[in-house]
């Protein structure tokens, strides 16, 4: 399960939801903390009660926040929080009648998918578009809470920040704009592909066959909407290119790297140290 450890990569520029956000982190931890298996069901079900009931109140403080500043996508948003709250409420009434195995499965989704997916994909949105309409340039830059702990995973990664900050340099001379998008976008294209190609070479060290397929899925995903981004350039004026651009790095790139390439990391140290525990044991 992903590390609900709580990042500022995660903050969306409102004080408030943060606030919020992190609360929902910290009701999430406790969920995750060992306790007697005979009690550790029912001590999920009551924190899972807690995410739920806390998180119909934060919906509605995002929904009139992005109310307050007129959010285009404020209907749509809403649609995915009555989503979230359906999940939850089926997974509560389901969770007695669960398998152990079943259970995990359903929790590391719920918190990993529903929650953590929630503030980094759909609500990331919301400060990209405030920053724009405030005139606010983006800015692509690797932060060391990027860093997922391997040295080469870690260069890929800071390699990706640097061509992406190319998108967003200031030109006077559009047609010269224009051109350096267009270069950045190839250049860009060709390093996702040789760095998940990469990526997916040190998977293969990874003993779990369904872990690997699923992380390369993502990859594939990332590129195809990378591809349909390319798509759309000759039909978008500037600023909404940078927008177009400013969403696929934060929700693709940024997710990935935090959410699931971490997540890569964690599992590959995991099997290391079950190696070492098991071969401590062979030598007593």
């Known amino acids: 399960m992903f590390d609900l450890k709580w990042q500022d990569s995660y903050l969306i520029g409102d004080t408030l939801i943060?606030?919020?956000?992190?609360?929902?982190?910290?009701?999430?931890?406790?969920?995750?903390?060992?306790?007697?298996?005979?009690?550790?069901?029912?001590?999920?079900?009551?924190?899972?009660?807690?995410?739920?009931?806390?998180?119909?109140?934060?919906?509605?403080?995002e929904e009139e926040y992005m109310d307050f500043i007129k959010f285009p996508a404020l209907e749509e948003h809403k649609k995915d929080h009555m989503k979230i709250i359906e999940a939850m409420n089926d997974f509560i009434k389901k969770i007695s009648s669960m398998s152990a195995i079943e259970f995990e499965k359903q929790?590391?989704?719920?918190?990993?998918?529903?929650?953590?997916?929630?503030?980094?994909?759909?609500?990331?949105?919301?400060?990209?578009?405030?920053?724009?309409?405030?005139?606010?340039?983006?800015?692509?830059e690797f932060k060391k809470e990027y860093l997922v702990g391997n040295e080469d995973i870690d260069?890929?990664?800071k390699k990706l920040f640097e061509i992406a900050a190319n998108f967003f340099k200031e030109y006077e001379d559009k047609t010269i704009k224009m051109k350096n998008i267009k270069t950045s976008l190839k250049e860009l294209s060709s390093y996702i592909k040789l760095h998940f190609e990469h990526e997916e070479e040190?998977?293969?060290?990874?003993?779990?066959?369904?872990?690997?397929?699923?992380?390369?899925?993502?990859?594939?995903?990332?590129?195809?909407d990378f591809n349909n981004l390319i798509t759309k350039i000759?039909?978008?004026?500037?600023?909404?290119?940078?927008?177009?651009?400013?969403?696929?790095?934060?929700?693709?790139?940024?997710?990935?790297?935090?959410?699931?390439?971490?997540?890569?990391?964690?599992?590959?140290?995991?099997?290391?140290?079950?190696?070492?525990?098991?071969?401590?044991?062979?030598?007593i």
Not at 202 to 224: G, P, V, Y
Not at 243 to 266: Q, R
């Open 18 to 61: 943060d606030n919020e956000h992190k609360k929902l982190f910290e009701i999430a931890r406790k969920a995750k903390e060992v306790v007697e298996p005979s009690m550790r069901k029912q001590k999920i079900k009551d924190e899972v009660r807690s995410i739920y009931e806390y998180s119909k109140t934060h919906f509605r403080h």
């Open 107 to 140: 929790l590391s989704y719920f918190i990993e998918t529903l929650m953590l997916g929630h503030i980094l994909l759909n609500d990331k949105k919301t400060i990209i578009w405030k920053r724009q309409n405030e005139n606010i340039k983006y800015k692509a």
């Open 155 to 157: 260069k890929g990664h």
């Open 202 to 224: 040190f998977m293969n060290s990874l003993a779990e066959h369904d872990f690997i397929q699923r992380h390369k899925k993502l990859h594939q995903n990332i590129i195809s």
């Open 234 to 283: 000759p039909k978008l004026q500037i600023h909404e290119i940078e927008l177009e651009l400013a969403h696929f790095i934060e929700i693709n790139l940024i997710h990935h790297i935090v959410a699931e390439d971490e997540k890569m990391l964690s599992y590959h140290e995991s099997m290391l140290s079950s190696h070492e525990k098991m071969y401590a044991l062979a030598d």
